[in-house]
Structures are given as C-alpha cells and as structure tokens.
C-alpha cells in the first residue's frame, strides 16, 4: 500500500532514474548521450526534442516499475523476516546487529572476509589490481599524490 509517508522516497526515485537516463546516458533506448546542462546554456529550450523527452519519461517509468516489482518480490520472498523485525520493532523501536543476526541470521558473507566478495584481481584495471593487492601495505603518505586509498 502506498502511502504519503513514501513522497520523499518516491522523488528521490524518479530524480535518479532521470539522472541514470538523461545525465549519465544509462540506457539503450535513449542512448549515451547526456542532457546535462552544467554551464546552464540550455535556459530558455531543452537540448532535445519532444520524442525524446517522451522516450526519457517513458523509460524512467520502466526502471521506476520493475524497481518497485522488484522490492515487491524480495519483501514477499522474505516476508517471514520482515514480519519478525517488524513484531521486534514494535517491542524496542531500535534493533542493532546482534538483534538482526538473532531475529534473521548472520550476513552471507562475513564483513571480515569481503576480498572474497571482490573481483579477482586479474579481472581489474591495472590499477585497480595493484590497489587491491598493495592495499594493506600503503599508508597514506606512501599513497600516489593523485589516488587516495581506502580500505575495502
């Protein structure tokens, strides 16, 4: 059931569809284009036609659509869980880790082993490869001037 409490939720939504679509060219149909207009040159007419800003509406309410399928599926799929976090809530409004892990299991994955979780290195850029294996050997003055390294 959809409620006014999902408004914020729902613009949020609609803003990254149309950016995934008309800024960052994330789609097949509209192509790889983008209509960003960051020097604001486009003030007075948008930088395209009439067609493609059907085609651009038309293809956010596709992603909005099998987004929502989507969270539909996964809710119905887990809806034991949810109705156990909900009845949990309801006793202690606010349910950290242990509670989650007692009420749902833990994670698939453990946060401790996530270089599992990642890419073989041979399937990364270069750079990407050299950052992962030499991660824990950098600190941040031993970093390039350009990259910052981060754990992963």
């Known amino acids: 059931r959809v409620s006014t409490g999902a408004q914020n939720d729902l613009e949020r939504i609609t803003k990254m569809a ?4 008309s800024i960052y060219g994330m789609n ?3 192509g790889h284009v983008s209509f960003h207009d960051s020097q604001g040159e ?11 800003a059907l085609m651009i509406d038309q293809e956010v309410r596709k992603i909005i659509e099998s987004q929502y399928n989507r969270a539909k599926e996964l809710l ?3 809806m034991t ?9 309801l006793k202690k409004e606010v349910l950290f880790k242990d509670d989650l892990e007692r009420l749902i299991g833990k994670r698939p994955y453990d946060d401790n082993q996530t270089q599992d979780v990642l890419p073989a290195a041979d399937s ?5 490869a050299l950052r992962k294996n030499d991660n824990n050997n950098l600190s941040p003055s031993s ?6 390294t981060t754990d992963v």
């Not at 149309?18 to 679509?21: E, K, L, R, V």
């Not at 486009?42 to 493609?52: F, G, I, N, Q």
């Not at 990364?124 to 990407?128: H, N």
């Open 124 to 128: 990364l850029p270069v750079s990407e």
């Open 42 to 52: 486009y003030t007075m007419t948008k930088p395209y036609s009439d067609a493609t």
């Open 143 to 148: 970093a390039p001037a350009d990259e910052t």
């Open 18 to 21: 149309y950016g995934m679509i």
């Open 81 to 89: 869980e949810l109705k156990a976090l909900a009845e949990e809530l």
């Open 76 to 78: 119905t799929q887990h």
């Open 28 to 30: 097949s149909n509209v």
